[in-house]
């Protein structure tokens, strides 16, 4: 089973908690900013994903979504 994970990048403000409690560590803070000036989170090893929900139930401005991906 896999998962994608979505993050809105013009509501991250950079928190980083989705960063702390992901554990498989595939979510890091990127260079990138958004209109705000806040550096956005981004998911590496998107197939390692778990689908555990943790980043999205701790992401206080609801930015991280997490989809199950149909089976192939």
């Known amino acids: 089973m896999s998962y994608r994970v979505k993050i809105d990048p013009h509501r991250c403000k950079s928190c980083e908690l989705c960063v702390a409690v992901c554990p498989k560590k595939i979510l890091e ?9 806040f550096h956005v989170a981004v998911c590496r090893n998107e197939q390692d994903c778990t689908g555990c929900l943790a980043c999205a ?9 997490i989809e199950k991906e149909p089976d192939k």
Request: proline share 6%; hydrophobic share 40%; aromatic share 0%.
């Open 29 to 37: 803070i990127s260079d990138e900013r958004n209109e705000l000036g």
């Open 57 to 65: 139930l701790v992401c206080p401005d609801l930015a991280i979504e």
